[in-house]
């Protein structure tokens, strides 16, 4: 099973910046899709960012100020997240699918909290 790991997450100010990363344990190049998803308390999860296949999608909340992004050579994926508004505190997870078994993996989570 590919295993996950984010950091990055942390306590920012309304209009901050902070840069979330996933690294994989394995290649990532050859995963279906890997992405960042988030859950704000009382609230189900939902997308953020993913790559799937060729294509980027983004939730419309966060279109012009999220970039996902990654880095084959250190199989990790980015989140760099800007003009942060505390409707943006959750905890992020990373998620990947892939073509063997078990096919899915999530991260633990890191916690990201915006003060207004």
């Known amino acids: 099973q590919v295993q996950l790991v984010e950091s990055g997450g942390g306590l920012v100010q309304a209009g901050g910046s902070l840069r979330l990363s996933c690294a994989a344990s394995?290649?990532?190049?050859?995963?279906?899709?890997t992405g960042w998803y988030r859950q704000a308390p009382g609230k189900q999860r939902e997308l953020v960012a993913t790559?799937?296949?060729?294509?980027?999608v983004y939730t419309d909340s966060v279109k012009g100020r999220c970039t996902i992004s990654r880095d084959n050579t250190k199989n990790t994926v980015y989140l760099q997240m800007n003009s942060l508004k505390p409707e943006d505190t959750a905890v992020y997870y990373c998620?990947?699918?892939?073509?063997?078994?078990?096919?899915?993996?999530w991260g633990q989570g890191t916690q990201v909290t915006v003060s207004s």
């Open positions: 790559f799937s296949g060729s294509m980027t």
């Open positions: 998620r990947a699918t892939y073509p063997w078994s078990p096919n899915t993996s």
């Open positions: 394995g290649p990532i190049f050859k995963f279906q899709s």
